[in-house]
């Protein structure tokens, strides 16, 4: 295709016109990309789910809270998995003469 003899508009309208393609093919080829995955997944007795650990698709799946594992022993409500930031309660036990292993549940 010659693109030279084609005006502004015309390219405009074409791009636009490719850009749908592309996104319809896409979507295409994602199908039967899939398609023959699960196939290959079911002739050895497994679901896709199984093989991608049930993430398939799953941007930003959330993860079940850490069990509690310290506790303020000032206030029993208040408690830490041990996971990310030390609770300010944590720091202050700690500035007051406890360890980790104190405050433990």
Do not use: C
Not at 38 to 50: K, P, R, V
Not at 69 to 77: C, E, G, I, K, L
Not at 82 to 93: E, L, S, T
């Amino acid at each position: 295709m010659d693109l030279s003899t084609l005006g502004y508009q015309e390219l405009v309208e074409l791009r636009t016109q490719l850009d749908g393609e592309l996104v319809r093919r896409k979507e295409q080829e994602k199908s039967r990309i899939l398609s023959q995955l699960q196939s290959a997944a079911a002739a050895s007795g497994f679901t896709i789910a199984e093989l991608l650990g049930e993430v398939s698709g799953k941007k930003g799946a959330k993860k079940a809270p850490a069990a509690a594992a310290y506790m303020n022993p000032a206030d029993a409500s208040q408690t830490w998995s041990g996971r990310g930031r030390k609770p300010q309660w944590v720091h202050d036990a700690i500035a007051n003469g406890a360890t980790l292993d104190t405050l433990k549940i």
